[in-house]
């Protein structure tokens, strides 16, 4: 079956420019996960989707970064007004459960110039 | 806050030369312990799910095995395309987020 999917694959962005990132996971997977992963480093975890729970968004960095899952599915995580330490990629992931393991998408690599 | 250390960084090996990759974590309630593999530009692959000190699992060259304290994955006569970046993450009963360690870069020399 299909895998978790993220778009866009690259992104370039200029200081100061909003961005949104999209995720696709997979089908019937209820729980959602958004990490970052700077150059030689490990995954940051950002925010956590679970079913219809309020989300954990205790690993956002800044009020510039927000996150939303459509219907159960489909998430988005908008960076506003971005800046140069966002320059990373973002990687998204799905699970069964919280208990399950996680598959990952190919990620986004987001530049900010 | 549930914590993992993994180690070492990083690890050179000829081919064929068996050796093990540690991570050892804090938390409070272990529910699940996960390797990964890494790739370079990849997204994590999931390898082996740990659930209770004495279990093991393998699966082709690789073996995990897990204790009250800490984890590890067996590499026995590696190939170079072994070479990635392996994550080890665990899941307690206090938090719902997994917390995974930054990783060891295993690098096999033909």
């Known amino acids: 079956g299909a895998g978790v999917s993220q778009s866009p694959s690259n992104k370039v962005t200029e200081k100061g420019k909003d961005v949104e990132l999209r995720c696709d996971p997979i089908s019937g997977h209820t729980a959602l996960y958004w990490y970052r992963q700077s150059l030689g480093q490990g995954l940051e975890f950002l925010i956590y989707?679970?079913?219809?729970?309020?989300?954990?968004k205790s690993g956002l960095p800044s009020d510039r970064f927000s996150a939303e899952r459509t219907g159960g599915s489909v998430s988005t995580l908008t960076i506003q007004r971005t800046q140069q330490e966002d320059s990373a990629v973002y990687l998204c992931?799905?699970?069964?459960?919280?208990?399950?393991?996680?598959?990952f998408g190919p990620g986004t690599r987001l530049t900010v110039t | 806050e549930d914590q993992v250390t993994q180690s070492p960084e990083a690890l050179r090996l000829q081919e064929g030369e068996s050796s093990s990759l540690n991570c050892s974590y804090t938390v409070s309630g272990l529910r699940g312990l996960f390797w990964y593999r890494q790739d370079p530009g990849k997204g994590p692959e999931f390898l082996f799910t740990?659930?209770?000190a004495g279990e093991e699992k393998e699966k082709e060259r690789l073996k995990a095995t897990l204790t009250k304290k800490e984890s590890f994955l067996h590499i026995t006569a590696p190939k170079p395309e072994d070479s990635a970046t392996y994550l080890c993450a665990v899941v307690s009963g206090g938090y719902q987020k997994v917390t995974f360690g930054i990783g060891t870069k295993l690098q096999v020399i033909p």
């Open positions: 740990l659930y209770s």
């Open positions: 989707f679970q079913g219809n729970s309020a989300p954990d």
């Open positions: 992931a799905s699970s069964r459960t919280s208990l399950s393991e996680q598959y």
